[in-house]
């Protein structure tokens, strides 16, 4: 994937709701569910797109929040859309958060220019920021396809 393409598959996500993330149930892939929407003035339906980040070797996920913010979001109340009633903090029972700043390409990544070197295949680094989380994937490619109806990111494995 070459970095004009890679970068027009990032700007196509930005400002939308990120609703998740995570490595895909094969543990080799890092995936996002976006739900894109637009203006109800254009008729474009809205839509769920997983972007699947192929081949991800490092996978970073950190808080955006300031520890002030942390410290005031613990209760499990928050966790839920419905009871945050009377209680301070992040709600994180909204279950989306907005793609904004938005994802960026790290240039002259050190880390995508070893793990190409050790594999032989090109290899990028970006940057994906949230209000609550900023994510740092390593990776070989981006997959985009419409989520289908019933789709679950994970598989329940019977033991």
């Known amino acids: 994937m070459d970095v004009p393409d890679l970068q027009r598959l990032l700007d196509e996500m930005f400002d939308h709701a990120l609703i998740y993330h995570g490595y895909a149930d094969y543990m080799r892939d890092y995936e996002l569910i976006v739900y894109m929407a637009a203006d109800p003035s254009t008729d474009i339906r809205p839509a769920r797109y997983r972007y699947l980040f192929r081949h991800c070797v490092e996978a970073r996920c950190r808080t955006s929040l300031a ?5 005031a979001s613990l209760d499990d109340k928050l966790t839920t859309h ?4 009377d209680l301070d903090g992040f709600i994180w029972g909204v279950k989306w958060q907005p793609l904004y700043p938005g994802a960026t390409i790290v240039s002259r990544s050190e880390a995508a220019a070893r793990w190409a070197q050790a594999i032989g295949i090109d290899f990028h680094e970006v940057r994906i920021e949230t209000n609550a989380h900023d994510l740092t ?3 070989s ?9 019933g789709y679950a990111p994970f598989t329940v494995v019977d033991e």
């Open 67 to 71: 520890p002030a913010t942390w410290q």
């Open 137 to 139: 994937l390593v990776f």
């Open 82 to 85: 419905e009871n945050r009633k």
């Open 141 to 149: 490619d981006v997959q985009v396809s419409k989520v289908p109806p």
